[in-house]
């Protein structure tokens, strides 16, 4: 019993930890958010969350500039390589209609979630 209690603190410790960043993203003008592009955010490994926080803007070329809140799971120490293929894999995604996510700025650093 002894070595199963071991065993399972040493889990607990090394799980996944939960953390929440803060991304924004510009994409053409009629870009839709929701749908296909949602899903496909959802759909990179360790993402279990997307929401907008603010309403989308426009810049000065007419494209929209939106706020997300990502919260995802992490493995321990790969910090930087996830953060960097998040965008990466973010950057380019498309809407029913073809609009496309133009680029992928990270505004706030990943914090844990406690």
């Given at each position: 019993?002894?070595?199963?209690?071991?065993?399972?603190?040493?889990l607990l410790y090394e799980a996944p930890q939960h953390y929440e960043?803060?991304?924004?993203?510009?994409?053409?003008?009629?870009?839709?958010?929701?749908?296909?592009?949602?899903?496909?955010?959802?759909?990179?490994?360790?993402?279990?969350?997307?929401?907008?926080?603010?309403?989308?803007?426009?810049?000065?070329?007419?494209?929209?500039?939106?706020?997300?809140?990502?919260k995802f799971m992490m493995e321990p120490g790969i910090g930087h390589?996830?953060?960097?293929?998040?965008?990466?894999?973010?950057?380019?995604?498309?809407?029913?209609?073809?609009?496309?996510?133009?680029?992928?700025?990270?505004?706030?650093?990943?914090?844990?979630?406690?």
């Open positions: 019993m002894k070595l199963l209690l071991e065993k399972w603190r040493k960043m803060i991304v924004s993203i510009k994409s053409q003008p009629e870009t839709s958010l929701y749908g296909s592009i949602y899903n496909s955010i959802r759909a990179i490994p360790g993402i279990t969350i997307v929401k907008t926080t603010t309403a989308s803007e426009k810049d000065h070329a007419g494209n929209k500039i939106s706020i997300l809140s990502l390589e996830y953060m960097a293929s998040i965008k990466d894999r973010m950057q380019g995604l498309q809407d029913e209609q073809g609009d496309k996510i133009l680029a992928v700025r990270i505004l706030r650093l990943p914090q844990k979630i406690k």
